[in-house]
């Protein structure tokens, strides 16, 4: 049980980080093998969870709020802090 809120979780912060590379919900879906919709689910339930709307729309894409900046080097540091674990 426990392990699978850890994989959802983490998916959560895949298509995070894809929506925040790309600036695209649409883009992110494409990247990731994903319908739209599911990016943007995911998403709302990651904005859920902060509390906060993690993106701005600016011009033709968008924008990380400042929270999302925060949770974008928390998460990245996570994730070479596990792979650094798993060698």
Request: aromatic content about 2%.
């Amino acid at each position: 049980h426990g392990m699978n809120v850890m994989k959802r979780e983490l998916g959560l912060l895949v298509v995070f980080d894809a929506v925040a590379q790309s600036g695209s919900v649409t883009a992110a879906a494409r990247q990731l093998a994903l319908s739209q919709p599911a990016v943007s689910h995911a998403l709302n339930r990651l904005r859920d969870l902060t509390g906060d709307q993690l993106f701005a729309r600016s011009g033709r894409g968008l924008v990380a709020t400042a929270r999302a900046h925060a949770l974008m080097v928390r998460s990245r540091q996570g994730c070479a802090a596990h792979a650094r674990g798993s060698q």
